[in-house]
C-alpha cells in the first residue's frame, strides 16, 4: 500500500500544501472556461462562422492530446513541485502572447496562444492531481481531491462573470445581429480587449509560481515511486488494458462528454443572445453562462451526497438521460424556455466527468494507472466540438445540439451495460448481476 512520510507538523505543512494546490486548480478551471467567452468575442472581432470561432476549442483541447505523453516525462525529470511551477510559468506566458495576438489582430496568434495555454494546464493537471492524491494518507486521497476541485469548479463559475465585464462590457458587439454591422476598426478594438483581463491572470500565475517556489511542499515518499513500479510490472503481466469492458467503452465516454460540455459551454452566449431566444447583449448572456457552470458546481456536491446512496450507475444513466431530453426541450422550443433548458444541462454535466472516470477504473488493479492515462487523454474530445460549429453553420444554432444529444445517448448506454466491470471477449459478456 502506498503511504505518506510521517513528519512533525506535516499534518499542518499538508493542509497548507492543500490550500495553495487549491488556487492552482481554481486558475486553471478560470482559464479553461474563461474560452467560453472567448469564442463568442473572437466570433465577432475576426467576423467568423461557427466552425472557425470553435477552432478556439479545438485548438486549445488539441493540447491534451499533444503533451499529456510529454507531460508525464517533464514530472518525472522536474518532480511535482519543479512541474507546477513550470506549468504556472507557462499559463503565464501563454496568457501574455494574448496581448500581441490582438495587437497584430491575427487570429492564427490567438490558436497557437491557446494551444501554448492548454500545454501548461495539461502539466498542471498531470502533476497536480497525483500530488494531491499521495500528500495523505490513500485512506481519505478521494475527499481531498473532490475538495480541491471544487475550486476549480468555483474558478469555472466566476470566469464567465470576469469575461462579461472585462471583456464584453468594453466591447461594441452586442448581439447576434449588431456584430456583422461593427466596422473594422470597432472590431480591431474590441480584440484588444482581451489585453486586460489576460494581462491580470498573467501577473496573478506569476506571483502564484513565486509562491509554490518559495512555499516548502511535503515531499514524497519514495517508497509511493517502487509501488508504482511494481505496478509497472504487474500490468505487463496482466494482459492488455483494454479487455476490460469498463475502460473499453469509457474512454469514447469521456471523449463524448467532453463534446457536450465544450460545444454547449462555448455555444451558449451567441445562443441566448438571438432574438428568438434572450434578444440580449453578450455581456447579459455571460451571466448565464455562470448559472451553467454553477449548476456543474453545485451539482457536484449534491451527486457526491446522492451516490451514497444510488448506485453511480444509476445517477450516471439518470441525468445523461434528463441531458438528452432537456437537449429536445432546446430545439422544440424558444424564448426563456429554451435557454433555461440548455442551462441545465450544466446540472446533468456535474456528475458525469468523475462518475465515468471512476467507474472506468474500477477494478483495474496493477493496470489502474494506465487505464486513468487514457481516460485523460480523452479529454481532448473537446477539441471534436467543432463539429458542432459545423452542424451550426449548415443546419442552425438550435438543431447543432442534435450532437450533444446523440452523446448523451452513448452515455446512457455506458450507465447501464458499458461501465459493468467484467472482460471483454469476442462476444462481449453480459453484465454482471
Known sequence: MLSSVRKPGAATSSVAALALLASVFFMWGFATVLNDILVPHLKAAFSLNYTASLLVQFCFY??????????????????????????????????????????????????????????????????????????????????RLTMVQAFNSLGTTLAPLFGGVLIFARSHEDN???????????????????????????????????????????????????????????????GSVWRHRNLFWGVPAIFLYMICEIGIGSTLVNFISQKQIGNMSHAEAAHYVAFFWGGAMAGRFLGAALMRRVSPHLLLGLVSLAGALLILVVIASSGPVAMWALILTGLCHSIMFPTIFSLGIAELGPQTEQGAGWLIMAIAGG???????????????????????ACYLYLVFYARWGSVPGTRSPVLQEPRP
Open 62 to 143: 488539441l493540447g491534451y492530446l499533444v503533451i499529456s505523453l510529454p507531460a508525464s516525462r517533464l514530472v518525472s525529470a522536474l518532480g511535482y513541485k519543479g512541474a507546477v511551477i513550470l506549468g504556472l510559468v507557462g499559463m503565464a506566458v501563454s496568457c501574455l502572447l494574448f496581448i500581441p495576438a490582438s495587437a497584430f489582430f491575427s487570429y492564427g496568434f490567438f490558436l497557437v496562444a491557446l494551444f501554448l495555454l492548454a500545454a501548461a494546464i495539461t502539466l498542471l493537471q498531470v502533476a497536480a492531481n497525483p500530488y494531491v492524491v499521495v500528500i495523505g494518507d490513500e485512506a481519505s486521497a478521494s475527499s
Open 176 to 238: 447576434a445581429a449588431g456584430d456583422a454591422a461593427a466596422s473594422l476598426t470597432q472590431r480591431v478594438q474590441d480584440a484588444q480587449m482581451v489585453q486586460l483581463p489576460y494581462g491580470l491572470i498573467a501577473i496573478v500565475l506569476l506571483i502564484m509560481a513565486v509562491i509554490v517556489w518559495r512555499f516548502p511542499l511535503p515531499a514524497i515518499d519514495p517508497g509511493r515511486h517502487a509501488a508504482l513500479e511494481h505496478g509497472d510490472a504487474g500490468r505487463a503481466a496482466s
Open 383 to 405: 477539441a471534436a466540438a467543432i463539429f458542432q460549429g459545423v452542424l451550426a453553420d449548415r443546419i442552425g444554432l438550435s438543431l447543432s445540439y442534435l450532437l450533444p444529444f
